[in-house]
T-cell receptor
Framework: NAGVTQTPKFRVLKTGQSMTLLCAQDMNHEYMYWYRQDPGMGLRLIHYSVGEGTTAKGEVPDGYNVSRLKKQNFLLGLESAAPSQTSVYFC???????????????FGPGTRLTVT | GENVEQHPSTLSVQEGDSAVIKCTYSDSASNYFPWYKQELGKRPQLIIDIRSNVGEKKDQRIAVTLNKTAKHFSLHITETQPEDSAVYFCAASTGGTSYGKLTFGQGTILTVHP
């Protein structure tokens, strides 16, 4: 049981280039999320998905697109990278423990992206 | 939307002392309050959480308290050890109605000096 995994771990892009970050989870969690983490700003939600084939915008969605073609995978795309997208990106998935109405969220190891 | 404020931004203590980190939230519908610990270069790890139907929860040296009336919750670490040094984040969620989405505080850098 690998939990939540992310690919790649590091990446350097030039302005205008595109790339896709892959998140995978093997816990059969229904909900998945993409966050970015910048110094002094905590984690901010980019996009999220409540199930296969569905996605929705979070707090900071501009410049990013996502897809969830399979339940276990959640992809984050940057079509034209900008220096402002230099950040650490975390994927997470969540489940609802039996008897609870709230969800516990677990994170992947992160991807450090630098855009020059 | 929800807004979570976290204080202090940095906290320095001596080994064996207690540490307290406080968070306030704005949405009275929030009902789930997790705390995450993030070591340098690592992922955030869930260390404790509290739901709105309880006022306090303990797990060994860590505890969380919740005051729904005042809309604030706190993390308490007793008998701190150097390995407690990390960034701690609080978060809030309205649970199922928000699809488990979390709003995070800005983080507290805790340093425990031997």
């Amino acid at each position: 049981n690998a939990g939540v995994t992310q690919t790649p771990k590091f990446r350097v892009l030039k302005t205008g280039q595109s790339m896709t970050l892959l998140c995978a989870q093997d816990m059969n969690h229904e909900y998945m999320y993409w966050y970015r983490q910048d110094p002094g700003m905590g984690l901010r939600l980019i996009h999220y998905s409540v199930g296969e084939g569905t996605t929705a915008k979070g707090e900071v969605p501009d410049g990013y697109n996502v897809s969830r073609l399979k339940k276990q995978n959640f992809l984050l795309g940057l079509e034209s990278a900008a220096p402002s997208q230099t950040s650490v990106y975390f994927c997470a998935s969540s489940y609802r423990p039996p008897g609870q109405r709230t969800y516990e969220q677990y994170f992947g190891p992160g991807t450090r992206l630098t855009v020059t | 939307g929800e807004n979570v404020e976290q204080h202090p931004s940095t906290l320095s203590v001596q080994e064996g002392d207690s540490a307290v980190i406080k968070c306030t939230y704005s949405d009275s519908a929030s009902n789930y309050f997790p705390w995450y610990k993030q070591e340098l270069g690592k992922r955030p790890q869930l260390i404790i959480d509290i739901r709105s139907n309880v006022g306090e929860k303990k797990d060994q040296r860590i505890a969380v308290t919740l005051n729904k009336t005042a809309k604030h919750f706190s993390l308490h670490i007793t008998e701190t050890q150097p390995e407690d040094s990390a960034v701690y984040f609080c978060a809030a969620s309205t649970g199922g109605t928000s699809y488990g989405k979390l709003t995070f505080g800005q983080g507290t850098i805790l340093t425990v000096h031997p």
